[in-house]
């Protein structure tokens, strides 16, 4: 029934959460080795928001989908922008906790 379509999304969107998750250490490792004219953490801040703002976009575009014949692609499109935008998320945590080292001198970090 309905609680089993709802307990269904939910290991979904967990499992989507997950996978970002799994990747924050490459995406820590690409931004080490990043060399970029804008710097090895700026790239990273600036697609992350980006991906961030079609992310959310696509949340808000697939929850006013009323039409009943798109029940399923308005599923797929707020689960993909779903994990988009937790993907943004954690692009940009992993590049502003890289800051930290970058800009304090390690004589003042703990």
Same mark, same amino acid.
């Given at each position: 029934? +309905? ?32 060399? +970029? ?37 308005k ?5 993909m ?30």
């Open positions: 029934g +309905n609680s089993d379509l709802r307990s269904t999304y939910l290991v979904l969107y967990a499992l989507l959460i997950g996978v970002s998750q799994i990747l924050s250490p490459w995406i820590g490792v690409a931004s080490d080795h990043c060399h +970029n004219n804008l710097g090895k953490r700026r790239p990273f801040l600036v697609l992350g928001t980006y991906l961030g703002v079609f992310g959310l976009v696509g949340q808000w575009f697939s929850r006013n989908i009323e039409n009943p014949h798109l029940h399923t692609f599923w797929i499109l707020y689960s922008s779903f994990c988009l935008t937790s993907l943004s998320l954690n692009l940009i945590y992993v590049a502003m906790i890289a800051l930290i080292p970058d800009l304090v001198p390690s004589h003042q970090t703990g």
